[in-house]
Structures are given as C-alpha cells and as structure tokens.
C-alpha cells in the first residue's frame, strides 16, 4: 500500500510566499512521477507541476506564471511546491499524486495514489 501526505498549506496574503510538501511512503520505489493539482469546489481539478523522481525533470502548468517551482529531495521520500507572489486565485485544495514510471502528465486520471489535500487560502 502507498501513502501520499501532503502539508504546508494555510492562510496567507496575497503576494506571500508558502511551500507545500509531500511525502510518499509504503510500497514504492524512485520510478515514478509525482505532480501537484488543485481543486475550487465545482471547477474540474487542475493541474499545477509534476516531476519525474529519478531524472527530476520538472513540467509546470503555463497558467501558474513561474511563481511556482516543484523539486524533489529522494533521500528523504519528499516532493516541495514552492508558491511565490500568491494570488486570491490560488485559493485552493491542492493535492497531491503519484504514478508509475517517467512520465510527465497533467492528466489527473493518469495518476494512482492521491493525498487527502491541503488547503490553500490566500487572502487579498
């Protein structure tokens, strides 16, 4: 069984900086893709990044701007969402979520094991 732990989230304002954490744990290994989504209730989840475990190579949706950046630290089995320059828009559950092997996708449904989420208010 996999674990996926999200933390970090809470109240900021806007133009504040918060980062996100995620940690994997059970039966796993390195070969996989985490990514980050985000859901406001009644709009469709949405993606945000993701990143390959063992090459660390990193996607992030066009719509964040850059103010975010995804990283990983495998040693200790945890992925980071650093969020910089934060709008009332970001306002959000953000989730987390892993899948097998190499492969960058922002597809929601591509992914196998999610966390519970962790809230996201920015205040303007």
């Known amino acids: 069984q996999v674990h996926v732990v999200e933390s970090g989230g809470g109240l900021v304002q806007t133009g504040d900086s918060l980062r996100l954490s995620c940690t994997i744990s059970?039966?796993?290994?390195?070969?996989?893709?985490m990514g980050w989504f985000r859901q406001v209730p009644g709009i469709e989840r949405e993606f945000v990044a993701a990143?390959?475990?063992?090459?660390?190579?990193?996607a992030h949706a066009n719509s964040i701007g850059g103010r975010f950046a995804i990283s990983r630290d495998n040693a200790k089995g945890t992925m980071y969402l650093q969020m910089n320059s934060l709008k009332p828009d970001d306002t959000a559950i953000y989730y987390c979520a892993a899948r097998h092997g190499q492969v960058l996708s922002s597809t929601s449904d591509q992914y196998d094991y999610w966390g519970q989420g962790t809230r996201v208010t920015v205040s303007s």
């Open positions: 990143i390959t475990l063992i090459t660390g190579v990193p």
């Open positions: 059970g039966r796993t290994d390195s070969d996989q893709t």
